[in-house]
């Protein structure tokens, strides 16, 4: 009896020991599940709320990192004036007000010109060309420097595709009709424009119709058939410019506070820099598929005139582009400098593929092919 009382005891004290020890891993298991935290971010954006393409994009690629994310990273939206003015995103990030801003890297050429290579330059990449560019060939680690100086880090978003030349009151003949006009552009399109003639101005989206409307704008160019249809530029301008010179490849960039992005765990950063890609396409898709629709409806309803600039203005353009790129080369910020001899290095080196293949098909499918 004593004996049978002992070996009780003993099972007693491994079935107790054995629980204990199941609890320990149990809460072993579960400590880090509960030691997630869960983030909240505010993206500001450049643009006006469920605008086409750019700002449906900005809302898209903010609902992708939250769903990759399962929610351990809440990404919230204010558009263009919701939390900053538009034109302060990038200083909301850099304050810290903000996590994120989409918007366009040229807007903010006044901190940099450096900043023009990662959206568009006239004459410049296509947006294959620049992704090839910024993917594989050095651009992201420039990129990265450029921006290390304000404390972020940015992202292809977005990609228009090349965009339209802009929207005039009256039709363009000749490089004369443009001189002394108000014309709305950003970038290093604007410092062509403004060498060709134009008194050029930037402005958030949502201003321009008004200053066209008031007359404080003669001309604007934003993006495409897409979103301009929608800007209704239409009611006030009816000759239309296609394709633009100045934006041959836009593209939308993520810009993230830099090191608030360092303390997120490496799964996380790893889903930002993957949405963005995804989104980088998605966004060049719904241009694609929508530009046609929207450019359609501009002539067949709205009466729209589809006009191609002169060649003495295209030519002007192109001597202005080449002018401002090789001042850029020989810029007095070492950082400008090495920014452009890379653009323009492998610019030099991937058109070929772009002239020998893309355009030589092109040019062959418009001559032999026609479906009824």
Same mark, same amino acid.
């Given at each position: 009896?004593?004996?049978?009382?002992?070996? =009780? @005891?003993?099972?007693?004290?491994?079935?107790?020991?054995?629980?204990?020890?199941?609890?320990?891993?149990?809460?072993?298991?579960?400590?880090?599940?509960?030691?997630?935290?869960?983030?909240?971010?505010?993206?500001?954006?450049?643009?006006?709320?469920?605008?086409?393409?750019?700002?449906?994009?900005?809302?898209?690629?903010?609902?992708?990192?939250?769903?990759?994310?399962?929610?351990?990273?809440?990404?919230?939206?204010?558009?263009?004036? $919701?939390?900053?003015?538009?034109?302060?995103?990038?200083?909301?990030?850099?304050?810290?007000?903000?996590?994120?801003?989409?918007?366009? *890297?040229?807007?903010?050429?006044?901190?940099?010109?450096?900043?023009?290579?990662?959206?568009?330059?006239?004459?410049?990449?296509?947006?294959?060309?620049?992704?090839?560019?910024?993917?594989?060939?050095?651009?992201?680690?420039?990129?990265?420097?450029?921006?290390?100086?304000?404390?972020?880090?940015?992202?292809?978003?977005?990609?228009?595709?090349?965009?339209?030349?802009?929207?005039?009151?009256?039709?363009?003949?000749?490089?004369?009709?443009?001189? @002394?006009?108000?014309? &709305?552009?950003?970038?290093?399109?604007?410092?062509?424009?403004?060498?060709?003639?134009?008194?050029?101005?930037?402005?958030?989206?949502?201003?321009?119709?008004?200053?066209?409307?008031?007359?404080?704008?003669?001309?604007?160019?934003?993006?495409?058939?897409?979103?301009?249809?929608?800007? @209704?530029?239409?009611?006030?301008?009816?000759?239309?410019? =296609?394709?633009?010179?100045? $934006?041959?490849?836009?593209?939308?960039?993520?810009?993230?506070?830099?090191?608030?992005?360092?303390?997120?765990?490496?799964?996380?950063?790893?889903?930002?820099?993957?949405?963005?890609?995804? $989104?980088?396409?998605?966004?060049?898709?719904?241009?694609?598929?929508?530009?046609?629709?929207?450019?359609?409806?501009?002539?067949?309803?709205? @009466?729209?005139?589809?006009?191609?600039?002169?060649?003495?203005?295209?030519?002007?353009?192109?001597?202005?582009?080449?002018?401002?790129?090789?001042? =850029? &080369?020989?810029? &007095?910020?070492?950082?400008?400098?090495?920014?452009?001899?890379?653009?323009?290095?492998?610019?030099?080196?991937?058109?070929?593929?772009?002239?020998?293949?893309?355009?030589?098909?092109?040019? *062959?499918?418009?001559?032999?092919?026609?479906?009824?």
């Amino acid at each position: 009896m004593k004996n049978e009382t002992c070996n =009780l @005891g003993r099972r007693k004290l491994i079935q107790s020991a054995g629980a204990l020890t199941a609890g320990a891993a149990a809460a072993t298991v579960a400590a880090p599940a509960i030691a997630q935290r869960r983030i909240t971010w505010r993206m500001v954006t450049t643009w006006p709320r469920n605008f086409p393409g750019l700002g449906v994009g900005a809302q898209r690629l903010a609902d992708r990192i939250t769903a990759m994310s399962g929610g351990r990273l809440t990404v919230r939206v204010f558009s263009a004036g $919701e939390l900053v003015p538009a034109m302060q995103s990038f200083d909301a990030v850099i304050e810290g007000s903000a996590e994120m801003s989409h918007g366009a *890297a040229y807007y903010w050429q006044n901190k940099s010109q450096a900043t023009n290579f990662f959206t568009g330059v006239p004459y410049g990449m296509t947006s294959r060309e620049l992704s090839a560019w910024i993917r594989f060939m050095g651009g992201q680690e420039i990129w990265d420097r450029v921006y290390d100086q304000f404390g972020v880090k940015g992202f292809l978003s977005g990609d228009t595709g090349t965009q339209a030349g802009g929207w005039f009151r009256t039709e363009i003949k000749s490089l004369a009709d443009i001189q @002394g006009i108000n014309f &709305r552009t950003p970038g290093l399109g604007g410092q062509v424009w403004q060498r060709m003639g134009a008194n050029v101005v930037n402005m958030a989206a949502g201003e321009i119709y008004q200053a066209l409307q008031s007359g404080a704008l003669d001309a604007a160019e934003f993006v495409g058939p897409y979103n301009d249809l929608a800007l @209704g530029f239409h009611q006030i301008c009816k000759e239309y410019y =296609l394709p633009s010179f100045i $934006e041959p490849g836009l593209a939308t960039e993520l810009v993230v506070n830099k090191s608030k992005f360092a303390e997120l765990p490496a799964d996380l950063q790893k889903i930002v820099e993957i949405a963005c890609q995804a $989104e980088y396409d998605q966004v060049a898709s719904d241009f694609y598929a929508n530009d046609p629709v929207a450019l359609q409806t501009l002539v067949e309803r709205h @009466g729209v005139n589809i006009r191609t600039f002169p060649e003495d203005l295209l030519e002007a353009g192109a001597r202005a582009s080449m002018d401002i790129v090789n001042e =850029l &080369r020989e810029h &007095r910020d070492p950082l400008t400098r090495e920014t452009a001899e890379s653009f323009v290095r492998n610019f030099n080196l991937l058109r070929t593929r772009t002239e020998l293949v893309d355009q030589a098909f092109g040019r *062959a499918r418009e001559r032999y092919i026609q479906y009824s």
